[in-house]
Every structure is written in structure tokens, then in C-alpha cells.
């Protein structure tokens, strides 16, 4: 627990607003006041000072959480690599017993090879360190379900050390971490296929989903390292 407050203070990437604490509006600046209206700063000056103490312990927890979750995605990611290595074919049971890319869309686990697993370590390293300077939204699908699997790794920390985090943690960081939940697509049974009906996606404005598009920038604004770009 220890490390875990002490983490918390190296995330500078977002904020403990961002995390879910509520502060007082009194110690808001002026600009930070201004953006919000009457009703939510009635509320939020309506927290008592216990429940602003626990939402506060709950924020620096999750922080120390996620500080901690980066370091194990990471690390967890090389891990696969040396166990996809020298694989020819790749099955759905080589992915399942892998420690990262077993969170990725079930439907394409016969195409995270060994390549596909560095490439993937450069996005997912690439998030970590947003997380420890400045935040920005992800470069690419990819990365999109890069901050999945970072949240995988927060749950299992979560759990194992049986943290009071508040109960919709994981939703309170999808919304500050991701753009919108397109990509969550690929996860629905439902829909498969979608990503490659162009009719579809361009209807719902959807960024290309198709595996083969999985690494390219969502725009001239974003960027994605070569490595990870090269097919």
C-alpha cells in the first residue's frame, strides 16, 4: 500500500480530478469555477469532509494503481514476446495463455504474432509514458485498446490487493482516457465484421477498424513510432 501512495505522486499525466476526486469548489481557480454552473458546484461543496477524505484516498490508490499497471503491461509484453517467439503459426491457445494480448479481440488471436506483439509493445509503452508526463488522447486503434488492457491490469491489482476503489473506476477513466468507445466494437460478437462493411463506418464516422489499420495514426495530429507502423 505504501508503494502504491508513493506511485501516485509520480502520474502526472492526469489529474486526481481526472481520477474521480471531488474537491471543494473554494480551492478551484476562477477559470475552473467559471466552466461550471451553479447546481455542480452546489454539490460538490455539498460532499462532506469525510467523503471528500475517502474520495481522495480512493483517487491516490487509483493512481498508484495505474502507475503500477503501466510498469506490469509492459513488462507482461516482452514476457509474450519471448513466449510467441520462433512460433510459426499462432493459436488461439498460444494467445490465450499469454499475459496481455489475451485482452485484445478474441476474433484475430491467429494474427498477434511475435511482430504484432512489438509493435504493440512500442504503443503500449508509448501510453505509459503519456501517463507519466503529459496526457494526450491515443494515436491509433491500437493504442485505443492498449488503455483496455492497461485497465485489465488495474482490475487485477485491484483485486489482489483488495483496494476500496470507487465503484466505477474503470468507467470514470475510459471516459478522461478515451476519445469515445468505438473501439469496444471488436469486442461484440454481435457485430463482427462490422469494421469491414465501408458503408457502415463511414455512416457512423467510424476511424478504419480493420486489423490491418490497427496502427495507423487516426490523424495528421497524432503519431505512431515507425516500428509500429511497419507491417
Known amino acids: 500500500m505504501a508503494e502504491l501512495y508513493a506511485d501516485a505522486d509520480r502520474l502526472k499525466g492526469l489529474t486526481l480530478r481526472d481520477l474521480g476526486f471531488v474537491p471543494h469548489p473554494d480551492s478551484l481557480s476562477s477559470h475552473e469555477r467559471a466552466e461550471l454552473d451553479a447546481e455542480t458546484l452546489e454539490r460538490m461543496a455539498g ?33 509474450d514476446i519471448i513466449a510467441l517467439y520462433g ?23 491467429t494474427r498477434y504474432t511475435g511482430r504484432f506483439a512489438r509493435r504493440f509493445l512500442l504503443v503500449a509503452a508509448d501510453l505509459t509514458t503519456k501517463l507519466a508526463g503529459t496526457w494526450t488522447m491515443p494515436s491509433c486503434v491500437a493504442q485505443e485498446l492498449a488503455v ?42 454481435s457485430l463482427d465484421g462490422f469494421q469491414h462493411n465501408e458503408q457502415l463506418t463511414e455512416s457512423l ?12 495514426p487516426f490523424g ?7 516500428y509500429a507502423r511497419t507491417g
Open 87 to 109: 512460433k510459426g503459426q499462432i493459436t488461439r491457445e498460444d494467445i490465450d495463455e499469454t499475459s496481455v494480448l489475451w485482452s485484445l479481440p478474441p476474433q484475430y488471436a
Open 205 to 216: 464516422r467510424l476511424a478504419p477498424m480493420t486489423f490491418e489499420h490497427w496502427f495507423e
Open 148 to 189: 483496455r488492457c492497461l485497465l485489465d491490469k488495474v482490475d487485477l491489482i485491484a483485486a489482489t490487493y483488495d483496494l476500496d476503489l470507487e465503484p466505477d473506476w474503470r468507467g470514470t477513466l475510459t471516459d478522461r482516457m478515451l476519445e469515445d468507445t468505438d473501439s469496444e466494437m471488436l469486442y461484440d460478437p
Open 47 to 79: 460532499i462532506s469532509a469525510e467523503d471528500r477524505r475517502l474520495g481522495l484516498d480512493r483517487a491516490r490508490l487509483l493512481a498508484g494503481a495505474l502507475w503500477q499497471a503501466s510498469v506490469f503491461l509492459v513488462d507482461e509484453l516482452f514476457e
Open 220 to 226: 495528421e495530429d497524432r503519431s505512431v513510432a515507425p
